[in-house]
């Protein structure tokens, strides 16, 4: 019975430990995210299309060929193919030709909107990291927000524990007569609010985990479990003066103003190929023709055969076309000066995006310091009220204060470990933004 017992419970742990849930690491969440969000893969398509029309310009400078054929039947007064000559008569003929074009000049028009779609098909490339960071970003907000709300329900269950002693405590106390009826309904308010507490921080934490299965895209589980261990927080102060730093490196690596950095460029080819529809354009043609008619007949008034037609009928044509834009209502001029405006507010985008990214580093620095100054005052502060709690403890054992004194302390101790929780989890969140555009590698995104 023993060994049988043994072998059962075996068989448990083994069973339980194969199908623990999973701990999610930050990493983890962030790469997983990445792979199955919905908007970075339509992101991609965007990158797709900016590829193929990039492409496409390349392959605009080679030959246009077209190849015509007709077949034709004719009854009636028609105008012979063969001599010109109005004649009553019916017959069929057919035609074949093959016509290439190229353009030898056109203002650099093709070689500009080559170097424009370039710049727009990495502009999509930037767009798609970009979709990405801001992926990686909303779900280390989520990542974080359940860890405060497990920090939460963690302290609410201390809460509750000591509530539950005081409680037996006073329950004791109140059974020998050495305290009143009062103080153990005061102590089971206390308790109820508590549990109350625990039940309410327990729902943030089931919302934070759906926030984050949510911007995982995991669909196929309904909670999801993180790694109980997160590095110490930093309490090393970002210097303002190495402000300028950050930001010459996030101006060299950050997508979103990298890719209005390529649009600005995009958009001054796009006018420099506007602007070569005002010069003359030079193209080359060349054609080969050849064609058959019942009409064609020799000496004994017979259809010369269908292969000989074609050797006989068969000619070559080669030749230029010279387009000079001379007037065309001014359109030509309206295009160019459209596109100057658009490459103007292009740059003026830029200019936009660089003060918008100068701006963030700033409110980032400061509130950086201004959370590390937070945090080592909260820190204190927890100290100082837990060892307030303590005396209360001990002085409302001895009967030197009563039930809402020692709620009160306890109360302040419980608030205090929350500020201390939410300005730590602040300022990890703070300064891991901070060494993201430091440069850091913070998040997988390739």
Known sequence: MTKKLYISLFTFLVTTLGFSQKKWSLEECVSYAIDHNLQV??????EDSGK???RQSIRNLLPNVTGFSDYRYSEGLIEDPQTGVLV???FYSTSYSLRANIDVFQGFQKL???KASKFIYRATQEDVTQQKFLLAFRVMS???DIKFNEGLVANSLEQLELSQSNYNLVQKQVELGLMAKADLYEAESNLLGDKLLVTQNKNLLALSKLTLLQEMNLTEENNIELETSLDPISTELTEKASLDSIYR???EFVPLVKAQDLRTKAAKKQ????????YPSLTVIASLNSGFSETNRDDNDMVIPFRQQLGDNFSRFVGAELNVPLSMGWANRSRVKQQKIAYLQAKNNLEIQEQELFQLLQQLVQTNEALKDEYQQSIKRMEAQELAFSIAQKQYEKGLINALDLFQ???LYGVAQNENLQVGLRLKVNKSTIDFYSGLPIFNIN
């Open 41 to 46: 893969k339509n992101t991609s398509y965007a």
């Open 52 to 54: 193929e029309t990039y």
């Open 88 to 90: 009553n008569n019916e």
């Open 112 to 114: 500009n909107t080559i």
């Open 142 to 144: 989520a990542y974080y």
């Open 249 to 251: 490196v996030a101006r």
């Open 271 to 278: 006018m420099q190929a506007t602007r070569g529809s005002l």
């Open 409 to 411: 302390a306890k109360n």
